[in-house]
């Protein structure tokens, strides 16, 4: 039975809130129960930002994850500080070990440390590094569908960005490449 708890953390600025909004809204284009809960304050720019993100199969009683993550989602080395100890047994731990050079301190969690900075400026976007991540999540889960992703992309980016979508895209498949691997 699906029931997916996710932290997505980062610097403010890296899409940690936009890698959560993009899962649920997915989720929601699929049918399925899902809740955002999104941490802003001082940390907004430069500061560790996150969100909560649970997808179901069945209704969702609280929004709020404390330490039962079946997964969290760190950009950054204060994330991966701040909630490796939220993950439950056997959960996953995606680290961008573009900008993390430390390993996990657990062996009762799966760890994998996708170099989504790296891959994003190889493929000519720095912006879309938090898309390379959401890539390799999904090849992990398969919780949702990249066409899903990719319908939920579009609505948020609306007309003006569309120019956008091809390289997000690609991004995606370049973190699933990256786990496949």
Known sequence: MLNEKIICAGFGGQGVMLMGQLIS?????????????????????????????MVSERPIGSPVITDDATTAIVMNLPSLDK???????????????????????????IA???????????IGNPRVANMVMLGAYLEL????????IM??????????????????????????EAIRA
Not at 141 to 148: L, P
């Open 25 to 53: 809204y997915a989720g929601m284009i699929e049918g399925k129960e899902v809740s955002w809960l999104p941490s802003y304050g001082p940390e907004m720019r430069g500061g560790t930002a996150n969100c909560s993100v």
């Open 83 to 109: 909630f490796e100890t939220d993950v439950a047994k056997q959960g996953k731990l995606l680290v961008n070990s573009s900008l993390i050079e430390k390993k996990a301190s657990r062996d009762d969690i």
């Open 112 to 122: 994998y440390y996708v170099p989504c900075n790296d891959i994003a400026v190889k």
């Open 141 to 148: 889960t398969k919780i949702v569908e990249v066409d899903s």
């Open 151 to 176: 319908k939920a992309l579009k609505k948020i980016f609306g007309e003006g960005k569309a120019h956008l979508l091809d390289i997000n895209r690609t991004a995606l498949e370049k973190g699933a």
